[in-house]
């Protein structure tokens, strides 16, 4: 089992549609999570943090639930341009080098 | 936007040369990692360092090899490149333990 699990999609949802991506981990020292996004032979780019209060960036939602262990991404009113692949990434306290990259969710927004 | 810059962004070389991949970040971060990604497919670490002559190997075995003279240079050599080095090069930088990480654009690397 992996130590990040995302929806693997693809999503293929029409313009103005909501979508919500999940994606949990296993690693309760987890201590920091990110939702980046990449296009296609690009490289990540940060999203958005996530906070256990969940926050909010326009569109965007984050959510974090703890104890559950999983986050989520939910986007309103999508547009064309948010087709991209979306990265779950979750950094465990105490090894600078623990940081999992879900393998991520195609989305695929249609006119 | 953060400052992070790999050069160069494509490079098409022939099997058996030696190819340095440069990454240079202006932010001061202790912490850089060199990444391996083929197209569609995830993201593997091959590198890290905590700081100045500290680097580690990662998940990802790989015949590269990398070094840490300067804070803000992290360069990444193959003494040999083979077609199986085929592949995007992303770098990547962060700072305290709960930052995100910052990715330069990536290097396009081609072995024929």
């Known amino acids: 089992r992996k130590e990040v699990e995302q929806d693997p999609g693809p999503f293929n949802v029409p313009e103005g549609a909501t979508v919500a991506f999940n994606c949990t981990y296993s690693n309760s020292a987890s201590q920091s999570f990110f939702w980046y996004r990449q296009d296609c032979r690009k490289e990540p780019k940060l999203l958005m943090s996530?906070?256990?209060s969940g926050n909010e960036d326009g569109r965007f939602t984050a959510q974090l639930n703890r104890a559950s262990q999983y986050i989520s991404l939910l986007i309103r009113d999508s547009k064309l341009s948010d087709s991209a692949t979306y990265l779950c990434?979750?950094?465990?306290?105490?090894?600078?080098?623990?940081?999992?990259f879900g393998s991520g969710t195609r989305l695929s927004i249609r006119p | 936007e953060a400052d992070i810059y790999q050069t160069p962004r494509y490079l098409v070389i022939g099997t058996g040369k030696k190819i340095t991949l440069e990454c240079s970040q202006t932010m001061g971060h202790d912490k850089m990692y060199w990444y391996q990604q083929d197209p569609g497919m995830e993201l593997h670490l091959i590198h890290y360092s905590y700081g100045v002559n500290s680097t580690e190997k990662g998940d990802l075995s790989s015949e590269s090899t990398v070094s840490r003279i300067r804070t803000e240079h992290f360069p990444l050599t193959l003494e040999s490149a083979r077609p199986s080095h085929t592949s995007q090069y992303l770098c990547?930088?962060?700072?305290?333990?709960?930052?995100?990480?910052?990715f330069g654009n990536g290097t396009r690397l081609t072995v024929t």
């Open positions: 990434v979750v950094k465990v306290v105490s090894s600078a080098s623990k940081i999992i």
């Open positions: 990547a930088s962060s700072g305290h333990y709960n930052s995100p990480l910052h």
């Open positions: 996530v906070y256990s």
